[in-house]
């Protein structure tokens, strides 16, 4: 894809996440989905391209009345088409990734897009997916969703040439994950707590240096679509199973997928393309990422990843706008080496 395509996309996710990080702290995170997919849709509509929605937003709460207080035009909608036209792609977005996260201004909150050649992406409608993920230097046959938490552990340890001990694992923070980070602790290895959001959890296992070695547990089916894609640009690896939490579900899923619903998801069933290209941009500082700054001067400072499959290539940009104008961009590659 054109490089001017790539660096479009990418100022899309930094304006959203410029608009989401003005409601750090502010524990409004309907307010702060709002803005995000708000700056979403206009960057996106202005693009030249014809990006089909592969997987629409879902409500942030669950109660119909604070799902109507939450209600935005600015709403993705799965099978609608942003752009102006050119290049037909399949887009998934999450303006925000971990809105909790934002709403107490709590670390690791990005702004996330991936995109591919149309008709590459995993088109559907499914809420809850179990996952695993880690990076390129773990044999993928010697891991898998249907293997135990014992097994993954002990092949993510022997690929990595470490002992059990000194894996990191990381787990979403959730009541549904209490007997699995009990086993994961009970061989040893160490547990990550992931408060919000899995997608920089999974993309963490493949990026040298976050410490994050291997990542287990059920999560959005949306995040398990940008982890995996971004994994598989990054040569890392990544399955999930279905999980059907709601009436009508499994068969809607069935009706949109050419394979067995009931059997494990490849990354290839996933993702069909090697032209793959994943951006996220930082809200809030992280591991990975550093948060949007806002600078006295009134400049505002953004970093971001990018990911191309194409060419193998992983570019952490940090870029400084100045009076709503685009600033100087500067690659620096150190910024990833925090730990995780």
């Not at 879902?58 to 799965?78: F, I, M, S, Y």
């Not at 702004?111 to 179990?130: D, E, Y």
């Not at 992280?286 to 009134?298: E, T």
């Amino acid at each position: 894809m054109r490089q001017s395509l790539i660096s479009n996309f990418q100022r899309v996710c930094e304006a959203t996440a410029i608009e989401a990080s003005k409601w750090a702290g502010h524990a409004d995170k309907v307010s702060a989905n709002n803005a995000a997919m708000k700056a979403v849709r206009h960057g996106l509509g202005d693009m030249s391209m014809s990006g089909h929605v592969v997987i629409g937003q879902r409500p942030l709460t669950e109660g119909p009345q604070d799902q109507a207080a939450e209600k935005n035009d600015d709403l993705l909608v799965a099978g609608e088409t942003l752009g102006r036209g050119g290049d037909s792609l399949d887009i998934v977005v999450d303006p925000i990734e971990g809105t909790n996260l934002v709403a107490n201004n709590q670390r690791n909150a990005i702004s996330a897009i991936v995109f591919a050649p149309r008709s590459t992406l995993l088109n559907a409608p499914v809420k809850r997916m179990a996952k695993i993920a880690c990076g390129p230097a773990v044999h993928p046959e010697a891991v898998g969703i249907d293997k135990t938490p014992e097994e993954n552990i002990a092949a993510v340890a022997r690929s990595l040439c470490k002992p059990v001990h000194d894996v990191m694992v990381c787990i979403l923070d959730r009541p549904r994950h209490a007997q699995l980070i009990e086993r994961v602790r009970a061989t040893g290895a160490r547990v990550k707590l992931v408060y919000d959001g899995d997608v920089q959890a999974a993309l963490a296992t493949a990026i040298p240096n976050t410490g994050a070695d291997l990542m287990l547990g059920e999560g959005g089916g949306p995040e398990g679509v940008l982890a995996c894609a971004g994994l598989k640009a990054l040569g890392g690896f990544f399955q999930a199973r279905f999980h059907f939490t709601e009436e009508g579900e499994r068969e809607a899923v069935a009706a949109a997928c050419d394979f067995d619903i009931d059997q494990a998801i490849t990354m290839d069933e996933m993702v069909r393309t090697n032209d793959i290209h994943f951006v996220a941009t930082g809200i809030t500082n992280g591991s990975m990422l550093a948060g949007v700054k806002h600078n006295s001067d009134g400049s505002i400072q953004t970093h971001s990843i990018v990911v191309s499959s194409i060419d193998n290539t992983t570019s952490y940009v940090t870029r400084i706008y100045r009076d709503g104008s685009f600033g100087s961009s500067i690659s620096e590659p150190g910024l990833h080496d925090s730990i995780f």
